[in-house]
C-alpha cells in the first residue's frame, strides 16, 4: 500500500489500529474509519469548534490534528462521555439547563467544557466563556451553556471527583 500508514491509539477507552493515508484529519478518522460521528465537522477552516475532542485530556479542534499525530495517543470523543450507569454529568446539566438548541455545536462545547473543568473545577462565568470562545454556537446567546456548564462543575465537585473519569468505563 503506496502512502499507507498504520495509526493506534486508545479511542472511548478501546484500542484502535487502522491503515491511513497520512493526510488524513483526525476528525475525518473518527468519522470515516471509526463511525464515531458525533464529533461533528462545522467549517473546515479551525473556526466553529464543532469538532473539539480530548487529545490526551486536552481540548483540540480535531480537523486542525493530523491522524497521524495522534499515534500513540488516547482520543475522547462525545460518545466517551456516557458510561453504562449513565449519562455523564456535563450531559445531564446540557440537558437539565437547557443548554442545547439545534446539538449542532454540542459535543465540541461538551468536550471543550470537560477540558476547562478538568483544570479548574470551580470556574467562574468569565472562565467558562473564555474556555468555551473557541466553539462557535449559532443559536443561542450561551447563557445557557455557561449555566450548563456551572451546574456540571458544581455535581462534579459534589461527587468529590478530582478530575472528570471518562472513555474506560465504555470498553464492553
Known amino acids: 500500500m503506496a502512502n499507507q500508514v498504520e495509526v493506534s491509539m486508545k479511542v ?33 477552516t ?7 475532542v480530548l487529545l490526551d485530556g486536552d481540548p483540540v479542534k480535531s480537523c486542525t490534528v493530523l491522524a497521524v499525530q495522534a499515534n500513540g495517543k488516547s482520543i475522547t470523543t462525545v460518545e466517551g462521555l456516557a458510561s453504562k450507569e449513565g449519562l455523564h454529568p456535563i450531559q445531564m446539566s446540557f440537558w437539565e439547563k437547557h443548554g442545547l438548541q439545534c446539538g449542532f455545536c454540542t459535543p465540541g462545547v461538551m468536550m471543550a467544557a470537560i477540558g476547562l473543568l478538568n483544570e479548574n473545577p470551580d470556574p467562574s462565568e468569565g472562565e467558562i466563556r473564555n474556555a468555551l470562545e473557541g466553539v462557535i454556537c449559532r443559536c443561542t446567546g450561551y447563557q445557557f451553556i455557561v449555566e450548563a456548564v456551572k451546574h456540571a462543575a458544581q455535581t462534579i465537585r459534589e461527587a468529590g471527583e478530582a478530575k472528570v473519569v471518562i472513555a474506560d468505563s465504555m470498553k464492553a
Open 12 to 44: 472511548n477507552g478501546s484500542e484502535s489500529r487502522s491503515v491511513i493515508e497520512p493526510r488524513m484529519l483526525l476528525v475525518h478518522y473518527l468519522r470515516e474509519e471509526l463511525n464515531l460521528t458525533g464529533t461533528h465537522i462545522g467549517c473546515d
Open 46 to 52: 479551525s473556526q466553529c469548534g464543532a469538532c473539539t
